[in-house]
């Protein structure tokens, strides 16, 4: 990744690739309160991201396996959404405790009858595995992190499909690996698992394979990208996209004392369960709610720099704070996520009738608020 | 205080520093009186007994505003409730920029401050002057002042909570060193002493730099590593007034507070010097390390430059003391991976005047309920905490909390690449 024009951040423990420098620009950190030293690179990384493709090195992505008997019946009690779906498919869950909060926000891709691959986010490896180990508790089933044994490259991007079809013989097409489906492949060497979602708000894959292939599939994929002008891209163009998207953090947007509906994350809630963790509290929430996490972009394109817990005024009333936000480099405007309280209800209607603005350092600036994402409201980019 | 140790106890709390003491204190206002806290020398001896008692308001986080604005109203009660005088005093404290960006960040500081609920109030250079008198204005920017920041003497404020701990029935052994642990499963049955065991349910790990190997003992890696901190004690000054903020110049590395006429000048270097990663002996009671003056001379020459008064004072008190911090700042809070039972809370005692008395909002039906995931460092990865040498490394080449509030923030959500390579690295080389 180095040699690729990696700069280099941590995050828990790992050193990731952040972002690569283009040529003439030095690999290193300019800090500022204005527009970061990185802002053309990023821009680059998320130019290839939504017009062709590009590769993230994700090998920072806790993965764990769970298997048995109750595997099932163990996950489907941790989870709000149900896991109980054809092998093959994918289910992005959250894991609540008690009082309906979030304490996990993963993907579960179900292998087999009773095997589950989990995967979380990487400051949140030891947690979440212990999350599952205590929750495991009585049931026949295994869980055993193995992040250290596999890695994962993210392809993304609208002409990934294509470069993937490239590079392996199996059929990666829309009807044999849809939207949320999982699929194993041969690549070059190795066996690989073809994860279709994205966190970028693409179409794209999320590629698992044993950590002693991982040179080799990526020199495979490097080797037949130029075709595409495939790009690498790192973390911070990855959380531009995913804010752009209005894709949520776990830590960030949500927390233990997010509930999945004020998160916005209620489409990821099975109901019609008989039961789950924090069951009981969700049934409990009055509607309208009267705080939640909306979208916003700012209304002018001033580069100013909103990174989170900067206030958010309805008129002289600040009625609450941002969350997360980026300057987005394919809107071309700030962008962000925000919690907003009204004690009447966070509704639709009454976001539209009210005026909203942000206040940076001092200064206001106006923002349109919304409850969907403002890039592509409608998913369809992911769905292609 | 050596008495005997009780064959049981609901609680065994392992550390009698400003932490361990607040939370026998809260747990007691709970309602949970049968609590041992076991001291292996003296109340406070760690690293208590030589923190400067900054108390400060604003925080990296929501929640953690939260609770440092509790132990604001904490500490401005506790000498009512226990008539042990805490030395509690709200001076408020000033933080100045020497440039732009500096200034920058101070005022999304007092953004993110009001979006918290903190009071502040960006403030010129003149006015600056007037709560610093001596100071050399000289390419200030400006400051934020949070008048509802203070200050309080530690080994005071440890006793008053000790006291009111006391009064509500826990027991506090001091003189008595944990030997180890008997586990069933997930859960902790028993504490080893030198003197004793003791069957229980819950224990708390609040054995400040000594809890790394404390928690080796459960098999338990954690992230904690003790750097050397170093600040100076001047002789009486004339210029000093009661009462005066704290002020803190992060571009200078330096806080100063007014400290019974003297002036207290502390620093946090922009590189660590990280103290004994062996271990610390059981013996290190109110201990301190020789004095480094090539070290410690970068931020007095800015001091004396910038705070002319300086110059001519005498110095009292060359200090330096171990502190033990994280890798990332974070406190250590929660439930220990892996175990259903304890609950590890080691964090530098230094901070831990803004934090102590967290876990009393966590302390629900007889467990450790809603830890919030971004107060608790135990999101840390196995990846970081597996070795000393990785804690070590890491905190030598973080910048420290005040120097670069920015980090902490996460204003800017990456950090320099480090000179080594201590992470676990991406996998495709």
């Known amino acids: ?225 130029s075709d595409i002008q495939l790009s690498h891209a790192g973390f911070h163009a990855m959380n531009v996209c995913r804010i752009e998207k209005g894709y949520r953090h776990f830590g960030h947007d949500i927390s233990d004392e997010t509930t999945p509906q004020a998160a916005g994350l209620g489409f990821a809630v099975d109901m019609d369960k008989p039961a789950f963790n924090g069951r009981d509290a969700l049934l409990g929430i009055e509607q309208p709610l009267s705080e939640r996490l909306v979208n916003f972009v700012l209304q002018t394109d001033d580069t100013v720099m909103i990174y989170h817990d900067e206030p958010v005024f309805c008129g002289d009333q600040m009625v609450g704070m941002t969350t997360s936000a980026t300057y987005g480099f394919r809107l071309n405007r700030a962008v962000g996520i925000a919690s907003i309280s009204h004690a009447d209800g966070v509704t639709k209607d009454w976001l539209q009738n009210q005026a909203f603005e942000i206040e940076v350092a001092g200064e206001r600036f106006p923002i349109s608020v919304s409850l969907g994402p403002f890039y592509d409201p409608k998913s369809l980019r992911i769905k292609s | 205080m050596t008495t005997a140790l009780p064959s049981s106890a609901q609680v065994v709390i392992i550390g009698g520093g400003i932490v361990g003491c607040s939370i026998a204190y809260h747990l007691a206002r709970l309602g949970v009186s049968d609590v041992l806290l076991i001291e292996q020398n003296q109340l406070t001896a760690g690293t208590t007994w030589h923190a400067a008692g900054l108390v400060a308001q604003l925080r990296a986080t929501r929640n953690l505003t939260q609770l440092a604005k509790y132990t604001t109203d904490l500490f401005a009660s506790l000498e009512q409730e226990t008539g042990q005088a805490t030395g509690y005093r709200q001076t408020g404290s000033i933080s100045v920029a020497l440039n732009a960006q500096r200034m920058t960040e101070l005022k999304r500081q007092a953004g993110t401050a009001r979006a918290f609920g903190v009071a502040s109030e960006i403030i010129d250079a003149t006015e600056i002057k007037r709560y610093w008198p001596g100071l050399d204005t000289t390419g200030l920017h400006g400051g934020i002042y949070i008048p509802g920041d203070a200050q309080t003497n530690p080994v005071d404020t440890t006793r008053a909570l000790a006291i009111g701990a006391r009064q509500r029935g826990v027991q506090i052994s001091e003189g008595i060193a944990v030997t180890g642990f008997r586990t069933s499963g997930r859960t902790v049955t028993v504490v080893e002493t030198e003197v004793g065991e003791v069957a229980t349910k819950q224990v708390v790990l609040a054995a400040g730099m000594w809890t790394r190997q404390l928690a080796a003992l459960l098999d338990l890696q954690v992230p904690l590593q003790a750097a050397e901190h170093f600040y100076i004690v001047t002789e009486a000054l004339v210029d000093l007034t009661p009462g005066m903020p704290t002020l803190r110049i992060p571009d200078e590395w330096a806080y100063y507070k007014e400290d019974a006429g003297k002036l207290l000048l502390g620093a946090f270097e922009p590189r660590a010097k990280p103290w004994s990663p062996e271990g610390v002996s059981r013996d290190f009671a109110f201990g301190t390390l020789p004095e480094d003056i090539d070290h410690f001379a970068p931020v007095l020459e800015a001091a004396a430059r910038r705070y002319p008064p300086l110059q001519s004072a005498g110095i009292q008190t060359f200090f330096n003391g171990p502190e033990s911090f994280t890798p990332d700042d974070r406190y250590l809070l929660g439930p220990a991976p892996s175990m259903d039972t304890s609950l590890l809370l080691p964090v530098s005692t230094l901070l831990a005047f803004n934090r102590p008395v967290a876990p009393a909002k966590y302390w629900q039906n007889g467990s450790w309920q809603g830890v919030h995931p971004w107060i608790s460092g135990m999101s840390i990865s196995g990846a970081l905490s597996a070795s000393r040498q990785i804690v070590t490394t890491w905190l030598i080449v973080r910048k420290s909390p005040l120097v670069c509030f920015t980090r902490c923030t996460g204003l800017i959500g990456s950090t320099k690449r480090p000179e080594e390579r201590v992470a676990a690295h991406c996998m495709i080389r």
């Open chain 1, 1 to 225: 990744m180095i040699r690729a024009g990696a700069v280099m951040g941590e995050l828990a423990g790992w050193e990731r690739p952040n972002w690569f420098v283009q040529p003439g620009v030095a690999p290193e950190y300019d800090y500022s309160y204005g527009p970061q030293n990185w802002f053309d690179c990023c821009r680059a990384e998320c130019d290839a991201i939504a017009n062709r493709a590009a590769l993230f090195d994700q090998s920072s992505y806790p993965v764990y396996m769970v298997e048995g008997n109750e595997a099932l019946v163990c996950l489907n009690q941790i989870s709000a959404n149900n896991i109980d779906v054809a092998p093959g498919s994918i289910v992005y869950t959250q894991w609540l405790n008690e009082g309906g909060g979030i304490e996990a926000d993963v993907t579960i891709t179900r292998l087999s009858e009773d095997q589950f691959m989990v995967v979380s986010s990487c400051a949140c490896e030891g947690r979440d595995y212990d999350w599952l180990q205590q929750h495991a508790g009585s049931h026949q089933v295994s869980v055993q992190n193995v992040t250290s044994g596999m890695m994962m490259i993210g392809l993304m991007g609208p002409q990934s499909r294509d470069l993937l079809a490239v590079l392996t013989h199996d059929d990666v097409s829309s009807q044999a690996l849809p939207y949320y489906h999982s699929k194993e492949i041969e690549l070059g060497y190795a066996r690989v698992r073809a994860n279709r979602l994205s966190y970028v708000g693409e179409l794209g894959y999320e590629l698992y394979m044993p950590t002693e292939f991982a040179a080799h599939v990526y020199e495979r994929i490097i080797d037949h990208g």
